[in-house]
């Protein structure tokens, strides 16, 4: 697909090509069913994301498009999010245990979290699931939607699906995602490198 070539990342260095290939759609397929395989395997990546002291504070939310649930989620996003992310095949919200069973703070639980997140999409992109990731929604609705415990907050929102076809990218997001991948040199993000 030229749009995919087109995405690559223009790396300094050499990276792995998933990495390279992963960018964030907002175009998904409306009639591509989830690939469940796939999906399994991005949370089985999740499941195995480092975490401190091996306590794994994520807790995830799946809902797949046409549930009530997906419905829901698309509810609480704010703004242009809810413009584009109903049409992927599902919204997967992450949730943090800030706080464990035993009502002791998980200072790094939101860390870890991401690097929940960070495994599932990797993982999803290497099976061709794209993802986008949302921190434009109403966590408090999301929260009260789903009945989640105090203790835990919903910390992103990730829209995962099949790529739309390119042909058909509404005039609102076409810019958005064509134009070409930029990030800051690394160098620029490293404080010391003594």
């Given amino acids: ?3 995919l070539r087109d995405r690559l990342a ?3 260095s050499p990276i792995l090509d998933v990495l390279a ?3 964030s759609p907002r175009h998904f397929d409306a009639t591509a069913p989830l690939d469940e395989e796939a999906l399994s395997s991005a949370l089985e990546a999740a499941r195995w994301a480092p975490s401190a002291y091996n306590g794994q504070p994520w807790r995830l939310i799946i809902a797949r498009r046409g549930t009530a649930q997906h419905a829901a989620i698309i509810e609480t ?3 242009f999010n809810k413009s584009w992310a109903g049409s992927a095949a599902a919204l997967v919200a992450f949730v943090t245990e800030r706080t464990n ?3 002791k703070p998980q200072p790094t639980a939101s860390y870890d979290t991401g690097q929940a997140a960070a495994y599932f999409t990797i993982q999803a992109q290497s099976h061709g699931l794209f993802s986008h990731q949302m921190s434009g929604f109403d966590a408090d609705a999301l929260a009260a939607a789903f009945e989640v ?3 835990f907050t919903p910390t992103t929102i990730m829209a995962i699906g099949a790529i739309g076809d390119p042909s058909t990218i509404p005039e609102h997001l076409h810019e958005r995602e064509t134009t070409p991948r930029a990030r800051r040199a690394a160098a620029e993000s490293v404080l010391v490198n003594a």
């Fill in 10 to 12: 223009a790396t300094d």
């Fill in 77 to 79: 996003l704010i703004g």
């Fill in 101 to 103: 069973a035993d009502g």
């Fill in 1 to 3: 697909m030229t749009m």
């Fill in 21 to 23: 290939e992963r960018w």
């Fill in 149 to 151: 415990e105090s203790r």
